[in-house]
């Protein structure tokens, strides 16, 4: 039976193109570079946005009801072991 060499995998060196930019000139860059990103953004439309903030509106008023229902059981509850106890 012959013998199978497995290749070493070759390391290939990154040849460094570009210079290390100045602040400005990355800041610049980074700018342009952003600009080009948000124009690839699906922005949703007013009607999406409206249906959404009512979404978030209805749950935060949600929660905020049930907090208050754990609060107040929970301050009862307080008051009542003060009242046996004390």
Do not use: Y
Not at 17 to 29: A, H, S, Y
């Amino acid at each position: 039976m012959a013998e199978e060499k497995k290749a070493a995998p070759q390391k290939v060196a990154v040849k460094k193109t570009e210079e290390k930019l100045k602040f400005f000139q990355r800041v610049k860059k980074w700018f342009r570079d952003m600009k080009s990103e948000l124009k690839k953004v699906v922005w949703p439309t007013p009607k999406q946005t409206a249906k959404n903030t009512g979404v978030a509106l209805v749950v935060i008023i949600v929660c905020a009801i049930v907090l208050w229902g754990f609060d107040s059981a929970a301050q009862a509850t307080v008051k009542a072991l003060i009242n046996i106890f004390a």
